[in-house]
């Protein structure tokens, strides 16, 4: 029987945790000189080195290793080539390159740019020889789809390495233009960013038994635009064969912001293609002309979003990576779920983008919002749709706008964050819940007392990321005991989730279904 089950993200009852090994002297992961790996993959020898995690404790890191040849030249907007071999030992001791992209705060890459980006990164436990092989952890990145790196020092996964004896790959996939340009052709058929994600996961697949890792036991994670490709790969049966099961938060195959149709996308590349002043007839004197520009000069040409929650380049229906998509979106589709699923969101999604949207300054609080104020945003939250249903929105929400700027913002919130992440989840969690696997829903709902935008925003998007990669855990910054709890709870979820496909072990003495308070 389907099981559908909620979890209450908030403040927790403390368990059999041994606080004494979460709580003890903290370290930034530091490198231990003269120390290093070798592991051999399928391509050739690396060599990592030895880093140390927040809690002080070893991992073995490889940063940067490649799984395609750089996409540069005529490789430029297609899909991903495999990495050939190499001879000799590849340094896997420097984080890699982050794709070319435009810079997008606070989650703003933190290597330098470069279309040489298509590398992945891998910590895992010291090994010894009578261990049984560790379930992997494969991190996506969000981004929108338009930017993000997997080398940002929030993603660091040395800690939940570290304390739940797992493996954790995170990898780069090109983004924006280089990555989702489509002309609806196969001279550029699109996608090639997701096609670099299911390059890095066959990677994984077939290289992480040389780590210590469990091949069979693959668990592919991420966040927004990261869960909504998770999302995709779902659906995908060219992606499916390469995990076992999935972890989506604060996305899904069905959120609004992350796809286009291929008449659309053609449209978007028409635009970019006169702006760069090359033939708008996308054929191959188009596709030559798009390949002797500057990366970031197409980067810069490309058009710029007026909605609320818009990215521009996204992944087009009809692709193989994005099988049955049309006809499950409509419900004409037929599609069974196999894998076991995690996946929720954050109770103030929306005021991420709302802030932004407004114009009001990140650390200070609102300015008056206008009546005016509100429409824009109700018009924006879908601006190629039309004239948005005002009334039929309004009556779920109240029935009227509100009259004081705080309401207003109340309001605004709950429609963002219910129309482009709570409900597109909530929907796809119904599909899955189709088949006959486990899923399970969570609503992650603590503010971060090292928070700083308005307090009006709560629990927003991207607020749940450094609980889960140990953050907290660093005793050289303000955390508070509980929010130290909540991290290392919420590692231990994860982690055996992974390692078992249930969110929790019976040992706990937990029920399936429960909220964690103070």
Request: hydrophobic share 40%; net charge negative; aromatic share 12%.
């Given at each position: 029987?389907?099981?559908?089950?909620?979890?209450?993200?908030?403040?927790?009852?403390?368990?059999?945790?041994?606080?004494?090994?979460?709580?003890?002297?903290?370290?930034?992961?530091?490198?231990?000189?003269?120390?290093?790996?070798?592991?051999?993959?399928?391509?050739?020898?690396?060599?990592?080195?030895?880093?140390?995690?927040?809690?002080?404790?070893?991992?073995?890191?490889?940063?940067?290793?490649?799984?395609?040849?750089?996409?540069?030249?005529?490789?430029?907007?297609?899909?991903?080539?495999?990495?050939?071999?190499?001879?000799?030992?590849?340094?896997?001791?420097?984080?890699?390159?982050?794709?070319?992209?435009?810079?997008?705060?606070?989650?703003?890459?933190?290597?330098?740019?470069?279309?040489?980006?298509?590398?992945?990164?891998?910590?895992?436990?010291?090994?010894?020889?009578?261990?049984?092989?560790?379930?992997?952890?494969?991190?996506?990145?969000?981004?929108?789809?338009?930017?993000?790196?997997?080398?940002?020092?929030?993603?660091?996964?040395?800690?939940?390495?570290?304390?739940?004896?797992?493996?954790?790959?995170?990898?780069?996939?090109?983004?924006?233009?280089?990555?989702?340009?489509?002309?609806?052709?196969?001279?550029?058929?699109?996608?090639?960013?997701?096609?670099?994600?299911?390059?890095?996961?066959?990677?994984?697949?077939?290289?992480?038994?040389?780590?210590?890792?469990?091949?069979?036991?693959?668990?592919?994670?991420?966040?927004?635009?990261?869960?909504?490709?998770?999302?995709?790969?779902?659906?995908?049966?060219?992606?499916?064969?390469?995990?076992?099961?999935?972890?989506?938060?604060?996305?899904?195959?069905?959120?609004?912001?992350?796809?286009?149709?291929?008449?659309?996308?053609?449209?978007?590349?028409?635009a970019l293609a006169?702006?760069?002043?090359?033939?708008?007839?996308?054929?191959?004197?188009?596709?030559?002309?798009?390949?002797?520009?500057?990366?970031?000069?197409?980067?810069?040409?490309?058009?710029?979003?007026?909605?609320?929650?818009?990215?521009?380049?996204?992944?087009?229906?009809?692709?193989?990576?994005?099988?049955?998509?049309?006809?499950?979106?409509?419900?004409?589709?037929?599609?069974?779920?196999?894998?076991?699923?995690?996946?929720?969101?954050?109770?103030?999604?929306?005021?991420?983008?709302?802030?932004?949207?407004?114009?009001?300054?990140?650390?200070?609080?609102?300015?008056?919002?206008?009546?005016?104020?509100?429409?824009?945003?109700?018009?924006?939250?879908?601006?190629?749709?039309?004239?948005?249903?005002v009334d039929k929105?309004?009556?779920?929400?109240?029935?009227?706008?509100?009259?004081?700027?705080?309401?207003?913002?109340?309001?605004?919130?709950?429609?963002?964050?219910?129309?482009?992440?709570?409900?597109?989840?909530?929907?796809?969690?119904?599909l899955l819940g189709?088949?006959?696997?486990?899923?399970?829903?969570?609503?992650?709902?603590?503010?971060?007392?090292?928070?700083?935008?308005?307090?009006?925003?709560?629990?927003?998007?991207?607020?749940?990321?450094?609980?889960?990669?140990?953050?907290?855990?660093?005793?050289?910054?303000?955390?508070?005991?509980?929010?130290?709890?909540?991290?290392?709870?919420?590692?231990?979820?994860?982690?055996?989730?992974?390692?078992?496909?249930?969110?929790?072990?019976?040992?706990?003495?937990?029920?399936?279904?429960?909220?964690?308070?103070?």
């Open positions: 029987m389907v099981r559908n089950k909620w979890l209450h993200f908030h403040f927790i009852i403390v368990t059999s945790l041994n606080l004494n090994a979460i709580l003890q002297p903290l370290m930034a992961a530091s490198v231990h000189e003269n120390v290093s790996l070798f592991v051999e993959t399928k391509q050739g020898l690396v060599k990592g080195f030895k880093g140390t995690s927040r809690v002080g404790k070893t991992v073995r890191i490889f940063y940067g290793i490649p799984y395609a040849e750089p996409p540069v030249g005529n490789l430029r907007f297609q899909r991903p080539v495999e990495k050939e071999p190499w001879t000799g030992v590849l340094e896997a001791t420097t984080k890699p390159n982050s794709c070319v992209q435009t810079v997008i705060e606070p989650y703003g890459p933190n290597t330098n740019l470069s279309e040489d980006c298509l590398k992945l990164n891998v910590w895992a436990p010291e090994q010894s020889h009578k261990q049984d092989k560790f379930a992997v952890l494969v991190w996506i990145h969000g981004g929108g789809f338009c930017s993000g790196s997997s080398t940002l020092d929030i993603y660091d996964a040395s800690t939940l390495v570290s304390e739940e004896m797992v493996i954790v790959v995170s990898f780069n996939y090109r983004v924006a233009s280089l990555g989702f340009l489509s002309f609806g052709n196969e001279l550029v058929p699109g996608n090639a960013g997701l096609h670099d994600q299911r390059l890095a996961m066959k990677w994984v697949k077939n290289n992480i038994g040389a780590f210590g890792g469990d091949e069979n036991r693959i668990t592919i994670f991420g966040e927004s635009s990261g869960a909504v490709s998770i999302g995709f790969h779902l659906l995908s049966h060219f992606s499916r064969t390469l995990f076992k099961r999935a972890i989506l938060q604060s996305g899904s195959a069905f959120a609004p912001w992350g796809f286009r149709d291929n008449a659309t996308a053609r449209g978007l590349a028409e006169v702006a760069l002043n090359c033939s708008d007839a996308l054929d191959n004197t188009t596709l030559q002309c798009l390949l002797n520009k500057d990366a970031e000069e197409i980067l810069k040409n490309e058009k710029r979003p007026s909605g609320i929650v818009e990215f521009m380049f996204l992944p087009v229906q009809g692709d193989d990576s994005i099988t049955n998509f049309t006809q499950v979106l409509s419900g004409s589709g037929t599609f069974s779920n196999d894998k076991a699923v995690l996946l929720g969101s954050n109770a103030n999604e929306g005021s991420f983008f709302l802030e932004k949207f407004l114009g009001h300054p990140a650390m200070t609080e609102p300015n008056e919002v206008t009546e005016e104020n509100f429409m824009a945003v109700i018009k924006a939250l879908n601006p190629g749709a039309g004239e948005p249903p929105i309004l009556d779920v929400y109240g029935g009227v706008i509100p009259s004081s700027t705080e309401e207003k913002l109340s309001v605004l919130d709950a429609i963002v964050s219910d129309y482009h992440f709570t409900c597109p989840v909530v929907q796809f969690s119904d189709k088949g006959d696997a486990s899923v399970y829903q969570y609503l992650f709902a603590h503010r971060s007392s090292r928070n700083r935008l308005p307090e009006w925003t709560g629990v927003t998007h991207g607020e749940e990321i450094a609980f889960e990669f140990g953050e907290p855990l660093n005793e050289t910054q303000e955390w508070d005991e509980v929010e130290r709890i909540l991290s290392a709870n919420f590692m231990r979820y994860w982690a055996n989730f992974a390692k078992t496909g249930y969110v929790f072990y019976k040992s706990l003495g937990l029920h399936d279904v429960f909220a964690m308070r103070a």
